[in-house]
């Protein structure tokens, strides 16, 4: 038989998948045959042993070979439920089997034949009895399409059985066999005792052992990984080393002397190695990671302000247009009197006002443009830029903060986080950046006491509100949805609504407003900067506020439903407050997530260190979770962990570092089928999520 099948086959082609099953498959991502050879089963559910009947015990599960004693009876007892019942016996005994409601069943078994069954063993020892097990005929000891055999356990959806699953990748690994094209190159496999392709895709489904299993698990976990480093390494090769324009200031004293307080030597040093590295003639490819609150936006300032001495513009990217507002209006703020010239550009911005700013930037009379990812628009064109900055990096894509590089030639990048991630994930996603770590916090900080609580406390809480309100401070309440509770129901406090009844019912004599991301930029700046003013008491907020959103007088912020949130989001909104003099607490409603939130919730509770808590909330949550692809703007991995397989992917980066440094281009015959794989995961790797509003 000739196979014409390939990996980018359509799944129709195989039979008994039609337009219907098709369409459930592609419910699951998997609309070719490689999709489906790489459809890798969640679990498996072991059915190698073997027992006689005379053996079983209630509650053992195992297969057993035996004969049908006599023939099947069929009760018919009522409308719904059909009962089979038949004996089985080796040599060592007699076992009942009862099938509920599978009528059909009666029609292949037959007296005198020998069957194989698996199943969970219920009755009695003296009188064992399975129900409705797994049945195949045939008398010949060993290995079954569903007895004897490790069999897989996939994601399904409704409508598609697992034997139908297992039956379309079993067709579809023997369609495309020869097909399967090796990811690896054959020096790197051997190099570190991988197993072939096609025994490691065959054996991920229909394990021969426990032995190969392992072995094609190793293989593929290694493949995927070393994919993703090959990936990660030429996008980044795209950039790194380049040459970059070497700026001809790198004292920032006239900066810090305009800050309104002293920067902290963390925040020094962090300019100082900056501006070391945009005077040097290399691009600068530099991280600042900095717990939520300590000051890196001066840091990014202070560059910008290196770049406007030099002559040249420099662009900073916020994840959001309430965060791109703020560094726009604080920056101003400092810049102006400067003569430094500053610009916003978001989404939300009026055609008119839109026009003009682009305009502007084109000609060089904005010095620093501040705006959200609609600074890597079409249209955004430069006079001479030549820094590029992205905020809260880790609500980007990889591939944004190149978009954005690419709009000034030889740009130096400076990207700033808050999130702290283990060192060899940093390397993945940051590469070849350098770091610098603002491990300091401005002084006079002190921890802001939080607390988790029930709702028998919501009136001393609003007790508490009225006297920090009374003395002049202010609050924001988060709540998780804007407005139509999501299932959950009225549980849920939904902002709107609660804004509402807030104002209308309980704080009656305090300014109450609302923020969301559904707001009209307008309607929302027009808010934002009324609280700023201290012109508004208590913001009921969505998690808009979560990142950058600075208002030192604000000394109280209470989470409802905190047990919707992560412990990392719930960690950046409490750093909304704690960031002037005056003392600041955070308060977390439980909400009814029972005692496994209120667990997460007391991590909140005894610990205000970012790292601290992202470690936490990892060894609560488990990976995939934590790092789900906004995180990070990595693609989803189908088989490998980044957590749990941490020392495969260090050898995994060093293997694709040296193929490569060796093949740049992924040109040579023996990288063809690698080539390929990379740019699968290209298209894969995040473009446009991670973008809140
Ligand atoms: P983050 O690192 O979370 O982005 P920000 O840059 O928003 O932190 O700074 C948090 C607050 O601390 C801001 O109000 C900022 O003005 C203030 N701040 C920053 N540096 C200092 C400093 N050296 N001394 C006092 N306050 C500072
Ligand atoms: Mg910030």
């Known amino acids: 038989m000739t196979r014409v099948a390939r990996l980018d086959t359509d799944v129709r082609y195989i039979k008994g998948v039609g337009e219907k099953r098709a369409a459930l498959m592609a419910k699951l991502g998997i609309r070719t045959l490689g999709e489906l050879v790489r459809h890798y089963p969640r679990a498996y559910e072991d059915r190698t042993v073997f027992m006689r009947v005379g053996e079983l015990k209630p509650g053992d599960a195992a297969c057993v070979r035996a004969t049908v004693t006599a023939e099947p009876v069929l009760r018919h007892v009522r409308a719904g439920l059909d009962i089979l019942t038949f004996t089985v016996a080796d040599d060592s005994g007699a076992m009942g089997v009862v099938f509920f409601n599978q009528p ?48 897989p356990v996939y994601a399904l959806t409704a409508g598609i059985s697992h034997n139908a699953m297992a039956g379309a990748v079993r067709q579809g690994l023997i369609l495309c066999g020869d097909e399967l094209p090796d990811a690896l190159p054959k020096g790197v496999r051997e190099r570190h005792g991988l197993a072939h392709a096609r ?74 190695q900056a501006a070391e590295d945009m005077s040097s003639g290399r691009a600068m490819n ?37 965060l ?9 703020g400092i810049f102006g009197p400067m003569g430094v010239k500053t610009g916003l550009l978001t989404g939300g911005m009026r055609a008119r006002s839109r026009r003009e700013t682009l305009e502007m930037l084109a000609r060089g009379d904005i010095d620093v443009i501040i705006g959200t990812h609609a600074l890597i628009g079409q249209g955004v064109n430069f006079h001479s830029l030549a820094l590029v900055i992205t905020d809260e990096q880790h609500r980007f894509g990889v591939r944004q903060r190149s978009e954005l590089t690419a709009k000034g030639e030889c740009a130096h990048v400076l990207v700033m986080s808050a999130t702290p991630i283990p060192r060899t994930l940093a390397l993945m996603i940051y590469g070849d950046l350098d770091v610098s770590v603002v491990d300091e916090m401005p002084p006079g900080r002190e921890r802001v006491d939080t607390f988790a ?36 129901g009225d549980a849920l406090k939904a902002a709107a609504d609660w804004a509402r009844e807030l104002a209308e019912d309980v704080f009656t004599d305090r300014r109450v407003a609302l923020v969301h991301g559904k707001m009209k930029a307008r309607a929302r700046e027009a808010v934002m900067s009324q609280f700023r003013e201290g012109g508004i008491d208590i913001l009921v907020a969505t998690t808009v506020i979560e990142v950058g959103v600075d208002v030192p007088n604000a000394a109280l912020i209470i989470v409802e439903n905190a047990d919707r949130f992560g412990l990392s989001q719930l960690h950046q909104l409490r750093g909304r407050v704690g960031r002037g003099e005056h003392k600041s607490y955070c308060v977390l409603f439980e909400g009814a997530g029972g005692e496994a939130a209120r667990e997460r919730l007391r991590v909140m509770t005894q610990y205000s260190d970012g790292f601290k808590i992202s470690e936490q909330d990892l060894a609560l949550r488990g990976p995939g979770d934590f790092f789900g692809s906004r995180q990070h703007g990595l693609p989803d991995l189908k088989i490998a962990s980044l957590v749990s397989d941490m020392d495969t992917l260090e050898t995994a980066q060093g293997a694709a570092r040296a193929v490569v440094e060796d093949d740049p281009g992924l040109e040579r015959p023996e990288n063809a089928a690698l080539a390929r794989s990379v740019s699968d995961m290209f298209a894969r790797v995040s473009g446009d999520d991670g973008v809140l509003s």
């Open 104 to 151: 059909f069943v009666k029609d292949s078994i037959a007296p005198g034949r020998a069957y194989t069954l698996y199943g969970k063993v219920a009755g009695t020892p003296r009188r064992p009895e399975m129900q409705n097990p797994v049945i195949e005929q045939g008398t010949a000891q060993g290995r079954g399409a569903l007895t004897g055999a490790i069999v």
């Open 199 to 272: 025994f490691s895709y065959e054996n991920i489904h229909f394990p021969a052992d426990f032995e190969a299993l392992e072995i094609a698990r190793r293989r593929l976990i290694f493949e995927e990984l070393f994919t993703l480093s090959v990936s990660m390494k030429m996008m980044r090769d795209g950039r790194a080393a380049r040459a970059g324009i070497a700026f001809d200031c790198a004292d920032a004293e006239g900066f810090f002397s305009a800050l309104p307080f002293v920067p902290t030597r963390a925040q020094r040093r962090a300019v100082a």
């Open 286 to 322: 530099r991280l600042v990671q900095g717990d939520v609150g300590s000051g890196k936006t001066v840091v990014a300032a202070a560059c910008c302000y290196l770049a406007w001495r030099s002559g040249r513009q420099s662009a900073m990217m916020a994840p959001t247009e309430l």
């Open 324 to 332: 791109a507002e703020q560094h726009y209006r604080s920056l101003t």
């Open 453 to 488: 609580v029930g709702e028998r406390y919501r009136e001393r809480i609003y007790e508490f509100v009225r006297k920090l309100t009374g003395q002049g401070r202010q609050v924001y309440i988060v709540c998780p949805a804007v407005d139509e509770p999501e299932e959950g």
